[in-house]
């Protein structure tokens, strides 16, 4: 199975910092990677497929990068309805797996 | 509009089996694919499988020995089954619409927790 390792496991940050958040493949996996973002107590929520394609409907301050091994997904300037958890996905085997999450959190 | 929804036991006991159903609209199964993953609570995401639209399945390898899902298309409905159930087996279990490989659509998911 493909592993996602997801890093840091918390970050904390203050409103208006901008941020980056990593996730790490046990092996390369093209650009088959989405993030998704869970608030407490609902489902989760696509904000970015395929590495760097955006949804509609999801804030531009949301991008993703990254190919192979190594994603990224960037918030530019934090806002308060941000703060939550974030996870990424990869469906290069159909054997599908998510990373372990990252709590961003306020400082 | 695309809509999932899940629905079942709240509470099993241990070593019993579970089953749950995810009714769908919005989508045709034949088309898409539907998957099941499940959160125990304060934990992170796990995906357990799904069903393609060709009605073939992938599960998780962890969970293979266990785990069966199916569905009836005339009913727009999607099954799953989990036999052997343990306390850590206690989750939120959600459906989700697989569309070329990302989940944009969710069910509200359901508690299930494993006690006696």
């Known amino acids: 199975n493909i592993v996602l390792t997801q890093s840091p496991a918390t970050l904390s940050v203050t409103p208006g910092e901008s941020v980056s958040l990593s996730c790490r493949a046990s092996q390369s996996i093209s650009t088959s990677i989405h993030w998704y973002q869970q608030k407490s107590n609902e489902s989760p929520r696509l904000l970015i497929k395929?590495?760097?394609q955006s949804i509609s409907g999801i804030p531009s301050r949301f991008s993703g990068s990254g190919s192979g091994t190594d994603f990224t997904l960037s918030i530019n300037r934090v806002e308060s309805e941000d703060f939550s958890i974030y996870y990424c996905?990869?469906?290069?085997?159909?054997?599908?797996?998510f990373g372990s999450g990252t709590k961003l959190e306020i400082k | 509009q695309v809509q999932l929804k899940e629905s079942g036991p709240g509470l099993v006991q241990p070593s019993q089996t579970l089953s749950l159903t995810c009714t769908v609209s919005?989508?045709?199964?034949?088309?898409?694919?539907v998957h099941w993953v499940r959160q125990p609570p304060g934990k992170g995401l796990e995906w357990m499988g799904g069903i393609w639209g060709d009605g073939s399945t992938d599960y998780n390898s962890a969970l293979k020995s266990r785990l069966s899902i199916s569905r009836d298309t005339s009913k727009s409905q999607v099954f799953l089954k989990m036999n052997s159930l343990q306390t850590d087996d206690t989750a939120i279990y959600f459906c989700t619409l697989g569309l070329r490989g990302w989940f944009a659509y969710w069910g509200q998911g359901t508690l299930v927790t494993v006690s006696s």
């Open positions: 996905q990869q469906s290069y085997s159909s054997l599908y797996t």
């Open positions: 919005g989508f045709s199964l034949t088309s898409n694919s």
């Open positions: 395929y590495a760097s």
